[in-house]
């Protein structure tokens, strides 16, 4: 007699998403009560992936399966491949399978952006078009921030997400930010970028090169201060504004932030700044005089940038006695030669 088996067991009764529940516990007590939720998870695999339904080690050809089923108009019999095909066939599918692998295994190599080893600074390309047709073929996409957020919930415990700050813009005036959150990165990467579209700003610059007056403003904590700078001064700025200025279309400008240091204010009271600008040309038409300007090449001669469009006002302005002037300190040390270097008073060592 022969040995008595078994024809069938958990294995052959389940089915293949059973059988991957209790591989991945993804059910029972212990997954309810939240246990093991901060352990690496196991993937699913596709163990049918490269797999052809019909093919085995002994190389039959099933019509219909791993052959065509009709062949110059007769239905196909079954058959055997030779032992050379057969080897072939399995040579080709082993070489196929390593190159998925290292595809898998392969990093892309992507632009470099501030450092080596950050994603501040990179470039993700130009938003997705828009559902109505409209492109953005012209603009660019910079990230500013990339950053792991955790959020404590009942069932699934300490969840974790990407928060990704972006900008947009294309140089010529127009441009915007937006935050994009997922649990993916890349998800977070396409959710900002194509956020950031809807939500631009148009800046205006003057001679589009630089800004046109300076500027000093507070948002929360970050204090920024811009200057307006000659033609061919460059950006001289922290790296996040060099950044944007880029975006805008601004190639002149000092900035300098202190304070907090806080990536998304501190975009916020850029453009908040940015946007608020007054031009000569709104000044002019509120004071109903001329805007005139002085540059070194020009000498003492004035340079009438801009009129008003109304009557113009016949009397000067009045001036006030006490000019209502907000000072920086480190500024008039400086203009007036009483700023020393910090090393001056440091007394050294007799060698």
């Known amino acids: 007699m022969g040995q008595q088996y078994r024809p069938y067991s958990f294995f052959t009764k389940l089915t293949a998403d059973e059988l991957w529940k209790g591989a991945l516990a993804e059910t029972g007590a212990g997954a ?77 190599k992507r632009e470099r952006g501030w450092s080596g080893n950050t994603w501040g600074g990179v470039s993700l390309g130009p938003p997705d078009p828009g559902p109505n047709g409209e492109t953005y073929d012209d603009f660019d996409t910079r990230i500013l921030e990339v950053r792991n957020v955790f959020n404590m919930t009942a069932k699934e415990g300490r969840k974790r997400s990407v928060r990704v700050l972006v900008a947009v813009g294309n140089g010529k005036g127009a441009a915007g930010f937006a935050i994009g959150k997922a649990t993916e990165r890349m998800d977070a990467f396409r959710k900002a970028k194509n956020k950031a579209a809807h939500y631009l700003h148009f800046i205006e610059r003057y001679e589009d090169h630089t800004i046109f007056h300076d500027i000093s403003l507070t948002f929360k904590r970050t204090h920024i201060k811009m200057k307006k700078q000659p033609r061919g001064y460059g950006l001289r700025c922290h790296r996040a504004i060099i950044t944007i200025c880029h975006l805008i279309g601004i190639r002149d400008m000092y900035a300098k932030v202190s304070g907090s240091l806080n990536m998304l204010n501190l975009t916020r009271g850029l453009f908040h700044g940015l946007a608020h600008q007054e031009t000569h040309q709104q000044l002019a038409d509120k004071k109903s005089l001329h805007v005139v300007e002085f540059r070194e090449e020009c000498g003492p001669l004035p340079i009438v ?7 113009l006002r016949k009397e000067p302005e009045l001036e006030d006695d006490v000019p209502n002037i907000r000072l920086d300190w480190e500024e008039v040390k400086a203009t007036q030669g009483m700023k020393r270097s910090v090393w001056s008073g440091l007394k050294r060592a007799a060698t």
Do not use: C, Y
């Open 32 to 108: 309810r009560k939240g246990r093991g939720k901060r352990t690496k998870k196991k993937k699913r695999k596709d163990l049918n992936r490269g797999q052809i339904i019909g093919e085995g080690h002994s190389g039959f050809l099933w019509p219909g399966l791993n052959v065509p089923l009709m062949r110059d108009g007769a239905v196909q019999t079954i058959a055997q491949r030779s032992k050379e095909e057969q080897e072939k066939v399995k040579a080709d599918m082993i070489q196929q399978r390593d190159e998925w692998d290292r595809r898998r295994k392969m990093k892309i």
């Open 305 to 311: 940038a801009a009129s008003p469009r109304g009557a």
